[in-house]
RNA sequence: GGGGGGAUUCCCGAGCGGUCAAAGGGGUCAGACUGUAAAUCUGAUGGCUACGCCUUCACAGGUUCGAAUCCUGUUCCCCCCA
């Protein structure tokens, strides 16, 4: 092995703990291991909490180890209890045979399952766990579980002492994810588990079950938690929605964005969390940083780097085209089809062609159409005020009327109140 | 059960019977500045067929030329005494 990945992980700051860490380096070093990391699917969809832990199966891979991504079918039928403060509702078995599918097509994308000893591997721990009756996991694997041990988890404890509670079901999780560790210590050899710093007694637990089942000595290692400098976690927007990895959930541009706007000081984490980039680019980004904020080049770096990785090349172009339009000049001469790939997140509404024959759509109806007015009133104040854009023209007369000339593509016309509030008008016959 | 106080426009909160669509603050929206940030500054903030008109101050009545402001009843809230 010629690449030292305990040093870079510890250098990106994405070590919080380990169970050896003495001599972990030196073993990772010595020859090619298994590492494991578990994906819940409690969505159809990833989104960049996971990323971080995505991106480190991703590192483990290139320094020479086998990734192993594990789907949680099984687990995500009981909910872990941990970092949760309340009991989770059950999801349907059809939902979360979705979900496992949507996760698994993700995951593919970012490893490479086609390079020899290294390939990635992909699991779902529903495969084994379903094959156990209640009977014998409770003699194999409840037996090896001492419940003091098992109280004094920081996930069991934190849920004991509040007025939530914890059912028997959720109390019972962490026995199935150290069960899944000793599955792939023996099916794969798999000797490391990965997670984030909430996983740790589930972690250790695997570590504890695998001991007494086999024998065997394996090994954990957490990350810390994507938080931003207040210590809110990372991922959200400003309206509190998720930014999710599928285009679906979440466009190409809006992810985008998410990561321009990350502020100053959350850029350097997420640079070194989340990208590849090498040390010498991440620390002149950190310099560039300090001496010219303005440009915000580490901002720029990290939405560039990481679409890219989400969405390929051609998301980053979408991203890019959208975000021209969305602060750039005049929209004209567009088709239906580029102005609907660039304006997905937004709003539409659609109103009848005859609405813009003879004497014209007023502007004022055309924004409390929209929705971005509540009233004619607040609609004019908006135009007085410089604040009403038609395909990104200001419109300043309360009185102006609306035509077909003013479409900006075939059929469809672009509204904006302020700086950055759209809404497509879509006219139809 | 007795006594007292209160209910105001998105929220808090002011409001001598006329000059009240209703102070002030918050929030929100827009503008300027800026790094698509933060902070700051400015303006706006019931509706409309808009220099005017209409509907609001718990609810229902009443007094008055005129009521958010006075009277009566109803509902809800708070405090004190039992």
Known sequence: MNFDIIADLT???????????????????????????????????????????????????????????LVGGATGMIGDPSGKSEERNLLSVDS???????????????????????????????????KFSYLDFLRDVGKNFPVNVMLGKDSVKSRLSSEAGLSYTEFSYMLLQAYDFVHLNEQFDCELQVGGSDQWGNITAGIDLARRMRGTQVFGITSPLLVDSEGKKIGKTAEG????????????????????????????????YLTELSRDEIESL????????????????????????????????????????????????????????????????????????????????????????????????????????????????VDAKLTSSDLASESVMVLRSGKKRYALLRFVR
Request: charged content about 25%; some cysteine; overall charge neutral.
């Open 96 to 130: 979360l045979r979705a979900n496992v599918v949507g996760i698994e097509r993700q995951v593919r994308q970012f490893l490479d399952f086609d390079c020899g000893d290294t390939s990635a591997v992909l699991v779902n721990n529903f495969d084994w766990m379903r």
């Open 286 to 397: 950190d310099e560039s940083r300090a001496n010219s904020p303005h440009e915000r080049s580490s901002q720029k770096r990290l939405g560039e780097e990481l679409t890219r990785l989400v969405h390929g090349e051609t998301g980053v172009a979408a991203a890019r085209r959208a975000t021209d339009i969305f602060f750039g000049a005049e929209i004209t001469g567009f088709s239906d089809g580029q102005l609907r790939d660039i304006f997905t997140d937004v709003p539409s509404i659609e109103l009848p062609l005859s609405r813009l024959e003879g004497e014209g759509l007023g502007v004022l109806d055309a924004f409390v159409e929209a929705g971005l007015a509540k009233s004619k009133g607040e609609a004019r104040r908006t135009v007085q005020q410089g604040g009403a854009y038609v395909n990104n023209r200001r419109v300043a007369d």
């Open 11 to 69: 250098w990106r700051g994405l070590i919080h703990q380990t169970t050896d860490d003495q001599n972990l380096a030196q073993w990772l070093n010595s020859r090619s291991r298994s590492v494991y990391i578990g994906f819940d699917p409690s969505a159809d969809s990833l989104h960049v909490g996971s990323l971080l832990q995505l991106m480190l199966l991703r590192r483990f891979q290139r320094a020479g180890h086998r990734p192993i991504a």
């Open 241 to 272: 929605t998720k930014v999710w990895l599928s285009s679906e959930r979440t466009s190409p541009y809006l992810f985008y964005q998410y990561w321009i706007n990350v502020g100053d000081a959350d850029a350097g984490p997420c640079l070194r």
